[in-house]
């Protein structure tokens, strides 16, 4: 007479079937596998300049020749370059102010340089371009201005912009 198996052993030899056959599926595959990460940045276009005033009370009766009124500091990345602007409120010229205002006899004209800019009359916007990125440059913004001992008594004044754009 054969014996069947009791059902506790069955359990168990089912139980073992089972779990052979999940630890066969679940185990590590055998095939190498890879994937990739993509890594980038973007950096914003940044241009700034920084003035830095000295004196710009200027000697009209003797004159003042090439007497420096600013420190300039430019940084700009981008690499097409940018350009730097100079120009005048009065077109380049000291104005009279108070009860000079307007009189013709109380304007003087005066010439900037800086960098490659060499004596700038400001009639017109003086540019200076960069080819690239630059970072911290500094120059001296100096100013000429011819004299005369019949310059009329009172103020006289006027504001230089300096500005930045990339290109």
Same mark, same amino acid.
């Given at each position: 007479?054969?014996?069947?198996?009791?059902?506790?052993?069955?359990?168990?030899?089912?139980?073992?079937?089972?779990?052979?056959?999940?630890?066969?599926?679940?185990?590590?595959?055998?095939?190498?596998?890879?994937?990739?990460?993509?890594?980038?940045?973007?950096?914003?276009?940044?241009?700034?300049?920084?003035?830095?005033?000295?004196?710009?009370?200027?000697?009209?009766?003797?004159?003042?020749?090439?007497?420096?009124?600013?420190?300039?500091?430019? %940084?700009? !990345?981008?690499?097409?370059?940018?350009?730097?602007?100079? =120009?005048?409120?009065? $077109? /380049?010229?000291? @104005?009279? #102010?108070?009860?000079?205002?307007?009189?013709?006899?109380?304007?003087?004209?005066?010439?900037?340089?800086?960098?490659?800019?060499?004596?700038?009359?400001?009639?017109?916007?003086?540019?200076?371009?960069?080819?690239?990125?630059?970072?911290? %440059?500094? !120059?001296?913004?100096?100013?000429?201005?011819?004299?005369? =001992?019949?310059?009329? $008594? /009172?103020?006289? @004044?006027? #504001?230089?912009?300096?500005?930045?754009?990339?290109?």
């Amino acid at each position: 007479m054969t014996r069947l198996p009791s059902k506790d052993l069955k359990k168990f030899l089912l139980a073992s079937v089972v779990a052979v056959g999940f630890a066969l599926t679940a185990g590590p595959s055998l095939a190498a596998t890879s994937d990739t990460i993509q890594l980038s940045s973007t950096v914003a276009q940044d241009c700034s300049i920084t003035v830095a005033n000295k004196d710009g009370v200027l000697d009209i009766v003797a004159g003042t020749t090439n007497k420096k009124i600013a420190d300039i500091t430019e %940084s700009c !990345n981008e690499t097409a370059g940018y350009t730097i602007t100079i =120009s005048s409120a009065n $077109a /380049g010229n000291l @104005e009279g #102010t108070g009860a000079l205002a307007g009189n013709a006899g109380a304007s003087v004209d005066y010439a900037v340089s800086y960098d490659t800019v060499s004596a700038a009359d400001l009639a017109t916007n003086a540019t200076l371009a960069r080819s690239g990125a630059v970072f911290g %440059s500094a !120059n001296g913004l100096y100013v000429t201005v011819g004299g005369s =001992s019949t310059r009329l $008594a /009172g103020s006289y @004044e006027d #504001t230089i912009t300096v500005s930045i754009a990339a290109n």
